[in-house]
């Protein structure tokens, strides 16, 4: 695995998105950073599940 900077993200959020105008629904993710950027990763058709996981390397 590459050494890589870690990003600093302090939220990930889902939007339900309607919109009336265009006749469409769907969901939007964003990633909030630390340094006040805000990303949007995707836009999906379907809601999609928030699961948490932890992981251990040894």
């Known amino acids: 695995m ?6 600093k993200i302090r939220e990930i959020r889902v939007e339900e998105v309607y919109d009336y105008e265009e006749k469409r629904h769907f969901y939007r993710v964003y990633f909030y950073y630390d340094d006040g950027r805000i990303e949007i990763m995707s ?10 996981y932890v992981s251990e390397v040894y």
């Open 43 to 52: 836009e999906s058709s379907t809601k999609p599940v928030l699961a948490r």
């Open 2 to 7: 590459k050494n890589r900077k870690l990003e």
